[in-house]
Nanobody, 116 residues
Framework: QVQLVESGGALVQPGESLRLSCTAS????????MGWYRQAPGKPRELVAL???????TDVNSVKGRFTISRDNAKKMVYLQMNSLKPEDTAVYYC??????????WGQGTQVTVSS
């Protein structure tokens, strides 16, 4: 059974950094596009960053220059380094694995709260 497990969420102050991790099991990790999404209260889930199987990252404008996605195919892990955190970054962050249109898996989410 495919599992994605996120970790690293916490309560931090504005301007601080966090590193989220996601570990995958029972998945041919190296062929999947991995992604981080987030969902704030009352808002739809939104894409934060993607990384291709070969390691090419893509992130959205709202986090460009602050967040960095990376992956380690040997460890079956994907990371999200978040710097200069803002209160508007507060959300539940979800790990996603996608291969084609058929295989699409989600983790259970990890809470990130940015508040002074």
């Amino acid at each position: 059974q495919v599992q994605l497990v996120e970790s690293g969420g916490a309560l931090v102050q504005p301007g601080e950094s966090l590193r989220l991790s996601c570990t995958a099991s029972d998945i041919l990790f190296s062929v999947f596009t991995m992604g981080w999404y987030r969902q704030a209260p009352g808002k739809p889930r939104e894409l934060v960053a993607l990384i291709t199987p070969a390691g090419t990252p893509t992130d959205v404008n709202s986090v460009k220059g602050r967040f960095t996605i990376s992956r380690d195919n040997a460890k079956k892990m994907v990371y999200l380094q978040m710097n200069s955190l803002k209160p508007e970054d507060t959300a539940v962050y979800y790990c996603n694995a996608q291969y084609g249109e058929t295989y699409n898996y989600w983790g259970q989410g990890t809470q990130v709260t940015v508040s002074s």
